[in-house]
């Protein structure tokens, strides 16, 4: 009888859980600060010349969709001028 005693019943006790809202505020902490460090540690920044070039390409895309843009609308301007004049 006492070597049954002496057994572990397998049943694991647990830290007391704590309320939602105090977990929500640590989770949150906890993700500020692991957010910070892998923007500090783990990124890699492009360098200004980089960044330079990407903006430049960006801009001259930008320009190119424009002027697409634009002439599209001029040639379904000049169309719709031209079925509006036919029918006066």
Do not use: C
């Given at each position: ?15 007391p ?61 000049t ?10």
């Open positions: 009888s006492t070597g049954l005693q002496n057994r572990v019943s397998g049943v694991r006790v647990s830290r859980v704590l309320k939602t809202r105090q977990m929500s505020k640590l989770k949150l902490l906890t993700d500020i600060e692991e957010s910070y460090t892998e923007l500090r540690y783990k990124t890699t920044w492009p360098t200004r010349s980089q960044l330079v070039k990407s903006a430049v390409i960006v801009l001259i895309a930008s320009i190119i969709i424009a002027a697409i843009i634009f002439a599209m609308d001029q040639v379904v301007n169309i719709m001028h031209f079925i509006y004049s036919l029918g006066q």
